[in-house]
């Protein structure tokens, strides 16, 4: 049963009526962020119930050490974790000596807003004390886009009714804990408790990877507009709060305005973390809230301005892509190179790491058209910084020669993955680093990429699949053993079609752009020549390999075979399943799933959207066909790329139903798991479902080209894209199609098969 509470909105996720069933999947779902931290939606104040704590800080992270039962040569050491930050949120709130308690207290009324074009947080809600007492609180939360290491909330007590004797204590806490770990380390070592007034600053670092922090907060406590006096105060190892009571009177309000947040040592020198959370408290107070929120509010005004996807006549399509469009904003904002995109942003904790193939293979399109060309190129150049390390996880494996293997999952290049198949047998995501490469010089044409870092990592990626790759005797080809595609319900298989062409593809993309840069930068040529130790021969062998490699296919059915021995499964098609037993990795044995014919996501299908100009629509239809039925669509990633073929194939009924669900994933809990993060990577799918596979962009002769096709259940929709300097807004109705320019240079580009100048 998918969760159905979040209030259709055009611009805001609102949920009416408090239920405690609701609490983890809201802390998901309600999360800010600023690239720079994030928070979980959790209450201020005190919450007996079953709640999930995060606070997050970007680029800083534990590696816990593997708990495995068997050894296994070259296995990951640890599993990378992102961290629960220290707690700067916490406000006591204490009524008549008991502490208020959502979980256990009487609610009246419940209603909380995030607001997705300012990127504020609210919550409102009444209770009924145990001493009849009727109370009003209203809070209100942003993580500023104006200075990103500081958060603001306002927090404040209205007794309606009665009376009441009030207690605020806002604090902060460096006790915390992650949900799950190996061995139940610490996390945290705290150095240091600093009190100034009411402001407080907690240094700690992080365990093994010395992650210096300080955590700070400072807070001011009125009574209808009267400051009290507020004094913080150590609390234990961990703790610095400072509180004020007051006794209320019907109409009297009391409020807690407090700043706080994290200052980090990959932004400041260890010995001014507190110095420089310091000026972040004087230049908050200086400006007060109200001027704090209006910059944030002008930030993401910015924001929209280049990134909104407007659509007319479905308002919980409208909904989805816009709360699909602010996470993404939230979790990375593409000035930091250090920095990726976790699988799960600052929502939750799951998947360990900070970067996976998703990076590459479906938000590199997003940020390219809504960001500046820098920001594409931060995310390349982050994998160019780790090149090094990924030569490293290479060689663990046996590979030689500058061979390299970028990790399934990492924080700093090396490999953090604990699962083997994943870790060891996944390798097409090799292919997506260097598809990225290619994809961003397609799109922004800058050809200064590739000779000043992108060739390294592909030869690097070139020389692992020439060696990865085995020449069988008895075909008479190229074959790649013991791999894991894109569909992990299939692992260990022989001559995974996709992972078998992208690597053929990898080969020859590599040495044509050694060939090119040879050429036309000599001088780069020569220094990465003598830096790889590159040779003629080695090329040869690259095209060699790619030339002989070998692909499964039925000639009697006319499509390539997901891998070998695929077709020796039952294959009975999903709809045939009892909904009993999905998702089926809830359900069903590993054992089961591996002999069955389930797909979790594109596989085959993959490869006909990366490389869709190799094949042409007959195919592409008779892989559809084929693949599509058999497909769970249990991974995230999975809707958005079936959504953009079938829009392609003008099957627009199954295009809009696979957008509604990659887009409404985590809103409607399709795989019930929203309670533990959303699943920020595949976000960026749903804006590639509306741009790519309703709007039909593609870069076509060197310029773009689109061919819109529209929803039945749309009257309307539009977005804009940033291509090559020039700001286009792109308008689709039932009347037809209008580009516009809004900034930069002329363009030609194609609108449905016609040369256009705009």
């Not at 500023?144 to 009714?161: H, M, N, R, T, W």
């Not at 913080?232 to 009297?252: C, H, N, T």
């Not at 500046?372 to 046996?398: D, M, P, S, W």
Request: hydrophobic letters at 35%; proline letters at 4%; glycine letters at 6%.
């Amino acid at each position: 049963m998918n969760i159905n509470y979040i209030k259709p909105d055009p611009w805001s996720l609102i949920e009416e009526g408090f239920d405690p069933k609701n609490v983890e999947a809201s802390e998901s779902l309600f999360s800010l962020g600023n690239g720079a931290m994030g928070q979980r939606a959790n209450f201020e104040e005190h919450y007996s119930g079953p709640s999930f704590q995060g606070s997050y800080i970007a680029g800083v992270y534990y590696p816990d050490k593997t708990r495995v039962g068997w050894w296994k040569n070259g296995y990951p050491e640890y599993f990378a974790k992102v961290l629960n930050a220290p707690n700067w949120i916490g406000i006591e709130v204490i009524i008549d000596q008991a502490p208020l308690d959502l979980y256990t207290a009487e609610v009246l009324s419940f209603r909380r807003e995030l607001n997705m074009k300012n990127g504020v947080y609210t919550r409102n809600f009444q209770v009924k004390t145990p001493g009849g007492a009727l109370i009003s609180i209203c809070s209100e939360r942003f993580l500023s886009f104006d200075c990103p290491e500081l958060g603001a909330i306002k927090y404040s007590v209205e007794l309606i009714s009665g009376s009441a004797q009030v207690t605020l204590a806002p604090y902060i806490d460096a006790g915390v804990k992650n949900r799950d770990s190996n061995w139940d380390d610490p996390f945290w070592a705290v150095t240091e408790l600093q009190c100034q007034g009411s402001a407080g600053f907690i240094q700690a670092h992080t365990m093994k990877t010395e992650f210096a922090t300080c955590t700070y907060m400072e807070a001011k406590v009125l009574v209808d507009g009267q400051e009290m006096d507020l004094q913080a105060k150590k609390v234990g190892d961990f703790r610095i709060k400072a509180e004020a009571s007051a006794a209320l009177k019907p109409g009297q309000q009391m409020e807690v305005i407090k700043y706080g947040g994290y200052t980090v040592d990959l932004y400041h020198p260890k010995e001014t973390l507190i110095q420089a959370a310091k000026e972040h408290l004087e230049m908050a107070h200086a400006n007060g809230f109200e001027v704090l929120r209006m910059a944030h509010e002008k930030a993401w005004a910015d924001i929209w301005q280049s990134a909104d996807i407007a659509i007319h006549g479905d308002v919980p399509a409208q909904q989805a892509i816009r709360f699909n469009i602010f996470q993404l904003n939230q979790t990375y904002s593409g000035q930091d190179a250090r920095l990726n995109i976790g699988p799960k942003g600052f929502t939750g904790e799951k998947y360990g790491g900070s970067t996976y193939w998703d990076t590459e293979a479906y938000c590199l399109p997003f940020y390219m058209a809504t960001k500046n060309q820098k920001v594409a190129r931060n995310l390349l150049t982050y994998r160019f910084k780790q090149l090094n390390r990924a030569i490293e996880n290479a060689q663990k494996l046996g590979f030689h020669s500058g061979a390299a293997l970028y990790p399934m999952v990492t924080m700093n290049g090396e490999e953090c993955h604990n699962e083997w198949e994943i870790t060891f047998e996944e390798i097409h995501r090799n292919g997506a680093i260097a598809f990225a490469i290619y994809n961003y010089e397609r799109y922004t044409q800058d050809l200064t990429y590739v000779p000043e870092m992108g060739l390294e990592v592909l030869i690097g990626i070139a020389r692992f699949w020439a060696q990865r790759a085995t020449l069988s005797p008895a075909k008479g080809a190229y074959v790649i053993l013991g791999v894991t595609g894109p569909n992990e319900y299939e692992n260990n298989v022989n001559n995974n079609w996709y992972t078998n062409y992208i690597a053929q593809w990898c080969l020859n993309y590599a040495a044509s752009m050694v060939e090119r840069t040879q050429n036309d930068s000599s001088k780069d040529y020569k220094r990465i020549e003598k830096k790889t130790q590159l040779n003629p021969e080695e090329l040869a062998q690259w095209k060699a390999i790619a030339a002989a490699m070998y692909f499964p296919k039925s000639e009697k059915l006319g499509v390539y075979l997901q891998q070998d021995g695929f077709l020796d499964k039952e294959m009975t098609p999903v709809d045939q399943l009892s909904a009993s037993e999905r998702p089926i990795n809830q359900h069903w044995s590993w054992d089961r799933i591996l002999r069955s014919p389930y797909i979790k996501q594109a596989d085959v299908l993959q490869g006909f959207y990366f490389f869709e100009d190799q094949f042409d629509q007959k195919s592409l239809e008779r892989h559809f066909d084929f693949y599509e039925p058999l497909t769970v669509h249990e991974s995230s990633l999975s809707p958005c790329v079936h959504s953009i073929l079938a829009a392609k194939l003008d099957r627009m009924d199954q295009a809009y139903e696979f957008y509604l669900r990659t887009a409404r994933l985590d809103l409607d809990d399709y795989n019930h798991e929203v309670h533990e993060g959303c699943h920020i990577t595949s976000m960026a799918g749903t804006w590639m479902s509306i741009v790519e596979g309703f709007g039909g962009m593609r870069v076509k002769e060197n310029t773009l080209s689109f061919d819109p096709k529209m929803p039945e259940a749309w009257t309307g929709f539009s977005f804009k894209v940033n291509f090559r300097g020039s700001v286009l807004m792109v308008s689709v109705s039932s009347e037809g199609t209008q580009i516009k320019r809004e900034s930069g240079p002329e363009l030609d580009l194609w609108l449905s098969g016609q040369m256009l100048r705009v």
